[in-house]
């Protein structure tokens, strides 16, 4: 079975600092893919990156980063200089090739204040 | 270009009540997922439809659920009778399956915000 493990449930930064959430991701099969959304208050979940196993390469995109580890089974992400706007909840999940049932983690809430 | 567009955002009704919540995917994508979040749970995937056939029922809760998609531009989800623990938000995202290709992301609509009294 596929599972997907955030174990930070609430982080508070204070703004301009970096924070990493963490994703650890358990599965069989050799060909995967992963996903961080964003949750913010108003609620609509928002895609913000996919990776697919066979790509290991991390991934910048402005202040957002990504760390993919097959060898420890991770797919973190980094936030340089968070902003208040950053405070939401952030989902990590998981998929396989072919039936797209995405397997969502607990999410992590990140509260960036003032 | 729109995205998946849900509706209502909001519902409030009595238990007992039949429930309907609509989804319109984003045109071109062939693939419709209907979740449900809840505090308690997260997020769980109900149902999912391939060209407008359902192929995996196994998260609906029970038989009060039911799902329908009669075409690619339009499905939704009914309870019935609505019970207080249905009390969720439920999202409807949309993507594009090409058999062995890469999966392509899931987008979600805004959901329903459900509150059964």
């Known amino acids: 079975a596929q599972k997907v493990t955030q174990a930070q449930t609430e982080i508070s930064v204070v703004e301009k600092e970096d924070v990493t959430l963490d994703c650890v991701y358990e599965?069989?099969?050799?060909?995967?893919?992963l996903f961080w959304y964003k949750q913010p208050p108003s609620g609509e979940l928002v895609f913000l990156i996919r990776?697919?196993?066979?790509?290991?390469q991390n991934e910048i995109s402005g202040r957002y980063s990504w760390n993919f580890q097959k060898s420890t089974s991770s797919f973190n992400f980094t936030i340089t200089a968070s902003q208040v706007v950053d405070s939401a909840v952030y989902f990590c999940a998981l998929t396989s090739t072919g039936f797209q049932k995405l397997v969502f983690g607990t999410g992590t809430r990140l509260l960036v204040s003032p | 270009d729109a995205g998946v567009i849900q509706s209502p955002r909001h519902e409030v009704t009595e238990m007992g009540q039949e429930v309907t919540l609509r989804c319109k995917p984003i045109?071109?994508?062939?693939?419709l997922f209907w979740y449900r979040q809840t505090m308690m749970r997260g997020l769980e995937l109900l149902i999912y439809f391939n060209n407008n056939v359902p192929i995996d029922d196994s998260g609906m809760p029970e038989d009060r659920f039911s799902a329908k998609m009669p075409n690619a531009s339009f499905s939704t989800l009914k309870i019935q009778p609505s019970e207080p623990r249905d009390s969720a938000v439920y999202f409807c995202?949309?993507?594009?399956?090409?058999?062995?290709?890469?999966?392509?992301?899931?987008?979600f609509g805004d959901g329903t915000r459900l509150s059964i009294l």
């Open positions: 990776r697919n196993s066979f790509d290991e």
């Open positions: 599965t069989r099969d050799t060909t995967y893919y």
């Open positions: 045109s071109g994508h062939n693939s």
């Open positions: 995202a949309s993507s594009t399956i090409s058999g062995t290709g890469p999966n392509q992301p899931q987008h």
